[in-house]
Nanobody, 125 residues
Framework: QVQLVESGGGLVQPGGSLRLSCAAS????????MGWFRKAPGKEREFVAA????????YYADSVKGRFTISRDNAKNSVYLQMNSLKPEDTAVYYC??????????????????WGQGTQVTVSS
């Protein structure tokens, strides 16, 4: 069982930055591929970024590539999302997710094993 708790959301002006954190419980954190997803009002939940078990491989949605960076620290059971050059269209609830399969995290959102409760990110002037 893995429990995920996100933090770091808030209100930021366009062009600004935020760093989201996701703290995971359990001693097998390094066994899980991790991902970040977001859901804006009236839209489907969408993939943002994913990272492999020891962080060697990362994937990004085209909409955030070059602006967002996913990273992890297995010693701290944590995954992060550094978000730069934020745009109003980045406004959403951001969710942390974990699954044993990196492929599932990247492509099969409905099969992901564990989710956090979400943290709100609002980009507005």
């Amino acid at each position: 069982q893995v429990q995920l708790v996100e933090s770091g959301g808030g209100l930021v002006q366009p062009g600004g930055s935020l760093r989201l954190s996701c703290a995971a419980s359990g001693r097998t954190f390094s066994s899980y591929a991790m991902g970040w997803f977001r859901k804006a009002p009236g839209k489907e939940r969408e993939f943002v970024a994913a990272i492999s078990w020891v962080g060697r491989t990362t994937y990004y949605a085209d909409s955030v590539k070059g602006r967002f960076t996913i990273s992890r620290d297995n010693a701290k059971n944590s995954v992060y999302l550094q978000m730069n050059s934020l745009k109003p269209e980045d406004t959403a609830v951001y969710y942390c997710a974990a699954d044993l399969s990196l492929s599932v995290v990247r492509t099969t959102v409905d099969k992901i094993d564990y989710w956090g409760q979400g943290t709100q990110v609002t980009v507005s002037s």
